[in-house]
């Protein structure tokens, strides 16, 4: 399996564009989050899917971000409009069931920076 | 609430010296224990875990005992390699409907 994929791996953009982050789970797995790391603060969740329903979103910082995940296979964040203190590298990673339980399987990660 | 304290970062060692990183939890119950490792520019991989008190988990010369009278679950390794620099989160995960929560990550620097 290739293992989590996300894209782009790097994007420079210019305050209040919008930013889409992408991800594709490892097929199979039931379980899909987004974090986002930082210096000042770690590793935070943001959002996680089960089923492609989202069951915990109170790690997303605020109306500026949403995440969606149409189909088993893909997941989306965006950030609209985008400000510098969003900089930050985002990982999505996937696990196949019992939330917790099982290993998490990470993304290499998406580097934003916004300017 | 469930919480996991590690040490600060970043330690910084010679090759082949002995590495303890330190994680506590507070949890209630019988939590699961986690170490997972991020090498530079990468995403975090699991390093080795432990489900319950007493467990020790290994992985790679990696080595973490799961004590519930110290609610610690410390990393170690007898000598270290410069391939082994790398961020190090301890995580912890409780029985429910809650996913995994992680320490703020220790930054380890071997040096030749």
């Known amino acids: 399996d290739a293992g989590v994929i996300q894209s782009p791996r790097h994007e420079v953009t210019e305050m209040g564009q919008e930013v889409t982050l992408r991800c594709k789970p490892i097929?199979?797995?039931?379980?899909l989050f987004w974090y986002r790391q930082t210096m000042m603060r770690g590793l935070e969740l943001l959002i996680y899917f089960n089923n492609n329903v989202p069951i915990d979103d109170s790690g997303m910082p605020e109306d500026r971000f949403s995440a969606k995940m149409p189909n088993a296979s893909f997941s989306t964040l965006k950030i609209q409009p985008s400000e510098p203190r969003d900089s930050a590298v985002y990982f999505c990673?996937?696990?196949?069931?019992?939330?917790?339980?099982?290993?998490?399987?990470f993304g290499p990660g998406t580097r934003l920076t916004v300017l | 609430g469930n919480s996991v304290t590690q040490m600060e970062g970043p330690v910084t060692l010679s090759e082949e010296a002995f590495l303890t990183i330190n994680c506590t939890y507070t949890?209630?119950?019988?939590?699961?224990l986690f170490w997972y490792v991020q090498y530079p520019g990468e995403g975090l991989q699991l390093l080795l875990k432990a489900t319950k008190a007493d467990d020790k988990g290994s992985n790679k010369g990696f080595e973490a005992t799961y004590r519930k009278e110290t609610t610690s679950f410390h990393l170690e390794k007898g000598s270290v390699q410069v391939s082994d620099s790398a961020v190090y989160f301890c995580?912890?995960?409780?029985?429910?409907?809650?996913?995994?929560?992680f320490g703020k990550g220790t930054r380890l620097s071997v040096i030749a």
């Open positions: 990673a996937s696990s196949p069931g019992v939330l917790g339980a099982d290993t998490q399987y």
């Open positions: 995580a912890l995960w409780n029985s429910g409907n809650t996913p995994l929560v």
């Open positions: 097929s199979g797995h039931d379980y």
């Open positions: 949890a209630t119950g019988y939590p699961s």
